[in-house]
Each structure stands twice: as C-alpha cells, then as structure tokens.
T-cell receptor, first 112, second 113 residues
Framework: GQSLEQPSEVTAVEGAIVQINCTYQ??????LSWYQQHDGGAPTFLSY????GLEETGRFSSFLSRSDSYGYLLLQELQMKDSASYFC?????????????FGAGTQVVVTP | DVKVTQSSRYLVKRTGEKVFLECVQD?????MFWYRQDPGLGLRLIYF???????EKGDIPEGYSVSREKKERFSLILESASTNQTSMYLC???FGRGNSPLHFGNGTRLTVT
C-alpha cells in the first residue's frame, strides 16, 4: 500500500484557499517535496521542505513537521490554471538515496 | 531549462514483444529514473541509474530492465511485454545526490494488447 497518504480530490472555487495534506506512516524521512502535474503533462517540481516550518513561494506555501510525519501544500488565491494533480514525495533514510516515494496524488479541481 | 525527452508519446505493442522506451536529457545530470504512473497509485519507481552503466532497482523492477551506455540516455526495456504493463511511463533526471528536484519528461503511454 501507499506509504504516503493524500486526499484523492479537492474541489474549490477561484480565489479560494486549498490545503493538501500529506502524511507518512513511519517516522523519519529526508524532507518533503511537492510536484504539480497538469493533465497530459509532465510532473514539475514545486517545493521542497528540508526543515520543519513553512516555505512560501508566491501563492503556494508548503509546510513540514517531521516529528508528526506530516506536511501540507497550501494553494492561495486559486486560479483556473491551478487545476492539476499534486503529489508529495519523500526519501526515507532506510532507502537507497535515489528512491523517492510518491503519494497517489491529489486532483485539485478549480471551478469558476 | 532542463529538457528530458522521451522518444515516443504513444506506443501500442503486442503481448510478448520486446519494447524499448528511450529517454534523453540535455543537462549532464548524473541521475536518471524510470517511473510508472497508474491511477490511484501515484508514481512508482522501476529503476534508476546514478552513473553510466550503473543501475539500481526501484520498487517494481520485475519484468523490466534498463540500459545506460551514455550519460544522457537511459533506456527502459520490457523483455516480453504483458498486458499488465499497460501504463504511463515517465523518465526523470536529477543532479547529484540528496534531494535535488526531479525533472520529468512528458511520458510515454504504452498499451500492450
């Protein structure tokens, strides 16, 4: 099964705020990454949290709490172009360095 | 900008055929990866390579092999394609070790009939 859990779908209206949670079932991992993928497109890197706390990049913010094995991606001032799938990813200390684990993805649907 | 190019966008193959998926990156990245993407399962790592001729199994290597003869090129091989290998295949590359971001290609949608 999935080691990383995220909601399968979130729907919100333009201008709203959406939070996508990502939880990891076992303790210990090297940071949390987020990727965005539009339909038919390649996943693209959004953010990486190496340390606990909030990282802000424009309308998007990402948060990490390593002690809680939990993080989230916050999308503010939603725009239609934000409709996409969002994946969280981690690398576990017990894995070979190249083995990133991805969540199943959250489909964000932005409505007018 | 890093460019990761996958040779085919769509492929249709028959069961039992040998299939080659090719990937080329233009940024001199050491690392290259092959992922498989299926609905509800996210991205699952098949193989990755951290140097020419070096490879390491990912989480689902069964039924696949890889080749990296040149730094910029990473090939995924299905020795005998089966219908359960129908999927979207994504190639990625990254720089160095640690948590450098992955740069993905646009994917190859493979259908095995």
């Amino acid at each position: 099964g999935q080691s990383l859990e995220q909601p399968s779908e979130v729907t919100a209206v333009e201008g709203a705020i959406v939070q996508i949670n990502c939880t990891y079932q076992t303790s210990g991992f090297y940071g949390l990454s987020w990727y965005q993928q539009h339909d038919g497109g390649a996943p693209t890197f959004l953010s990486y949290n190496a340390l606990d706390g909030l990282e802000e990049t424009g309308r998007f913010s990402s948060f990490l709490s390593r002690s809680d094995s939990y993080g989230y991606l916050l999308l503010q001032e939603l725009q239609m172009k934000d409709s996409a799938s969002y994946f969280c990813a981690v690398r576990r200390p017990t894995d070979s360095w190249g083995k990133f684990q991805f969540g199943a993805g959250t489909q964000v649907v932005v409505t007018p | 900008d890093v460019k990761v190019t996958q040779s085919s966008r769509y492929l249709v193959k028959r069961t039992g055929e040998k299939v080659f998926l090719e990937c080329v990156q233009d940024m001199d990245h050491e690392n290259m990866f092959w992922y498989r993407q299926d609905p509800g399962l996210g991205l699952r790592l098949i193989y990755f390579s951290y140097d020419v001729k070096m490879k390491e199994k990912g989480d689902i290597p069964e039924g696949y092999s890889v080749s990296r003869e040149k730094k910029e090129r990473f090939s995924l091989i299905l020795e005998s394609a089966s219908t359960n290998q129908t999927s979207m295949y994504l190639c990625a590359s990254s720089f160095g070790r640690g948590n450098s971001p992955l740069h993905f290609g646009n994917g190859t949608r493979l259908t095995v009939t």
